[in-house]
C-alpha cells in the first residue's frame, strides 16, 4: 500500500516535539481567526471526507529526516474522526482513558480510504515505525511563513 493512495493518513508527531506547535505558541485570538479563516477557505467542511459539523485546525508539517527539521506547511480543516485517525497515538491514550471509541476511529479510516483493517494495520505499523525513528532525534521546528504571528521564537527547538 503507497501512502499517497490514502486519503486520510496517521501523521505521528516525533514525540520531542509534542505540544510545540503553532497553536501552543501564539495567543488564543490569534489561533481562532487562523483556524476560522482555514475553516472558511474550505467551505466549513473536511478535507479529507467532506463532513460537515464540528471542525478542527489541523497543522500540516513535513519533516527532513537528515537535518531533522519538522516545517509547518500549512492548515487543513479536518472533521474530529479524521483528527483523531490523524493523531492516533493521541487517539490510543485518549481511548485507555474511556473518552474515546478507537474502533470507530479505525472505521473511519478504512471507510474514508476504501481499505480493510490488513491495511489499516500495515498503515499503523509503519507510521510508528516511522515515528519511532523520529523519536529518537532533537528536532527543530521551522515554523515558515507563519512565524512572525509568534514573534522572536521563530524556531523551536524540541528537547
Not at 490523524?86 to 474514508?112: C, P, R, T, Y
Not at 505499523?125 to 522572536?152: C, I, M, N, Y
Amino acid at each position: 500500500m503507497v501512502e499517497a493512495q490514502l486519503k486520510l493518513c496517521i501523521e505521528l508527531v516525533p514525540d520531542s516535539c509534542w505540544y510545540r506547535n503553532l497553536r501552543k505558541q501564539i495567543k488564543q485570538s490569534k489561533w481562532d481567526r487562523l483556524r476560522k479563516q482555514v475553516y472558511a477557505d474550505q467551505g466549513n467542511v473536511c478535507r479529507i471526507c467532506g463532513g460537515a459539523g464540528r471542525l478542527n485546525c489541523h497543522e500540516n508539517w513535513s519533516y527532513d529526516d537528515d537535518r531533522h527539521i519538522q516545517r509547518l506547511l500549512g492548515f487543513h480543516a479536518v472533521c474530529g474522526m479524521c483528527h483523531h485517525a490523524e493523531h492516533f497515538g493521541v487517539s490510543q491514550i485518549l481511548a485507555a482513558q474511556g473518552h474515546l471509541d478507537l474502533e470507530a476511529v479505525i472505521e473511519h479510516f478504512m471507510k474514508v480510504n476504501g481499505v480493510g483493517r490488513k491495511e489499516f494495520a500495515a498503515h499503523k505499523t509503519e507510521a510508528f515505525r516511522v515515528w519511532r525513528q523520529r523519536s529518537k532525534h532533537q528536532w527543530q521546528v521551522d515554523l515558515g511563513e507563519w512565524a512572525p504571528l509568534v514573534g522572536e521564537i521563530a524556531k523551536i527547538v524540541c528537547e
